[in-house]
């Protein structure tokens, strides 16, 4: 969101409105930015705006942003009464509506009109979802480093080195698609040989490797443990392609880590195992 | 999304197609799905399409799922290239673009082109960022029930009896806005008054606590941990009136969690406490 052509090139204040948690807003928000790298954008979030009285405050504060930084704000607006967005608009920012362009299309499509009432897409949760939810993290967070394992509950089994990104994935598909996702870290002593481990046999099709750039596996075990044998260089080479040559010989479907973000490298297991899950 | 008028009403197939993992398409796809609670949907994601030929597969399997349901599929694209998006609209579904309704207004604003490069919002990352993420998420875990605590170095403290949804909470503002959430839970120690516990009271001021509804809590517990007196009503209710006392004496900011997201209560976090983190 930073890089600026120049230090001296005028700041864009951008809001991200909404009556609810303004996740929806901020997610297509960020993306359009991300589509124009030329202009250093200013992104604050104004939640829970759900009377005219909060929507007129926060016209008044997205107009003192505009004057402060000399451009016209962008307002990012998901509130779903138009009486709020009427009164965002009298800031004088560019009102993008995440939702109008849709709903004509929709309620035609289907034949029903939306039914308008704010913060749905991530309010109020029935117990039996959360619950899932929460389990599933559980799952994530009790499986990690190989503790405690029931590989017959997992909907998924990650595979790989120490610190190629098993964690941060698991938890991403507990918290937002509910799967219960274990780890399975490779000791030195699965490393020895090019088969898989004698527990992970049975569940073949949950299995799903990951790897890494050794250089990059060494900078993230230095940050860890720094100057431990278990960081260096030489150890990072040996188990990344002692593990490659077992996701090889074993046909597992395997995907690199480097440079990719936790969402990409989730999505690809989704779509690699044909995991189709509801979004929370 | 699957609240049904009867059992016979005919299932409408979404499918939320991107070039990159489809996040962006997804959360959007799902707010408008859940403002039309009359229609039963079927939800996939086809990610990762990023040529022509994916994208008139995935245009045969949208159709054919059309079929099959005998109505009409909707897609939610994200797809920045429109050669994709028009080998995707051969599927005959109702095509919804995520970004097409703002790009124009956006660039005429900005007075600059979009560049259209495939999944940009959440594709490869630098270095920096991720440790940034990673960080953040070790720090949730590794502080999870008061283990190995370095409070200086947290951006918020969540206060909180246990299993009120710290954890989950700490998670996700880690994963989605990098920021370094600590976890406090709270003792019978520590319940025995209604001060605020000696090590916390230097970070007053990152300081946010979470109560909840004490059946709720029950319910929680009972399923982690049966028949203990941990989970025994009584216990509960105890636990969380003496919470509520303190946090009521110190004046803490405090949230119930009852039937929250964890989405809204990171939100509420974030906008209480006036943390402004970029999205990741």
Do not use: W
């Not at 009109?113 to 559980?138: E, K």
């Not at 077992?246 to 990409?264: A, D, G, Y």
């Amino acid at each position: 969101m930073t890089e600026a052509n120049s230090e001296e090139a005028a700041v864009r204040p951008v809001f991200y409105v909404s009556d609810g948690t303004g996740i929806t807003a901020e997610t297509i928000g960020h993306s359009l930015l991300t589509q124009f790298t030329g202009t250093r954008f200013q992104t604050d979030r104004i939640s829970f705006v759900d009377d005219e009285e909060k929507a007129l405050d926060a016209a008044d504060r997205i107009r003192r942003a505009g004057e402060k930084a000399g451009s016209r704000p962008i307002v990012v607006n998901s509130c779903v009464d138009p009486r709020l967005s009427a009164a965002l608009a009298q800031s004088g920012a560019l009102m993008l509506d995440v939702f109008a362009p849709f709903i004509e299309p929709l309620e035609r499509e289907l034949g029903a009109m939306r039914q308008a009432r704010v913060g749905q897409a991530h309010g109020i949760v029935d117990f039996d979802t959360y619950h899932r939810r929460i389990n599933a993290m559980n799952f994530a967070l009790t499986h990690d480093d190989g503790v405690a394992i029931n590989y017959d509950e997992a909907d998924v089994i990650l595979v790989a080195v120490s610190r190629a990104g098993k964690t941060p994935t698991c938890v991403y598909l507990a918290l937002h698609y509910g799967i219960r996702a274990a780890n399975y870290p490779l000791t030195d002593g699965d490393l020895e040989t090019d088969r898989l481990p004698a527990r992970l046999r049975p569940y073949r099709r949950k299995l799903f490797a990951l790897t890494i750039d050794p250089e990059r596996l060494h900078q993230i075990r230095q940050e860890r443990r720094p100057n431990s044998s278990y960081a260096r260089l030489d150890t990072c080479r040996r188990e990344v392609a002692a593990g490659e040559a077992m996701f090889q010989v074993e046909r597992l479907p395997t995907l690199s880590t480097t440079n990719k973000s936790i969402e990409e490298i989730s999505s690809k297991v989704l779509s690699t195992l044909g995991l189709q899950r509801e979004m929370f």
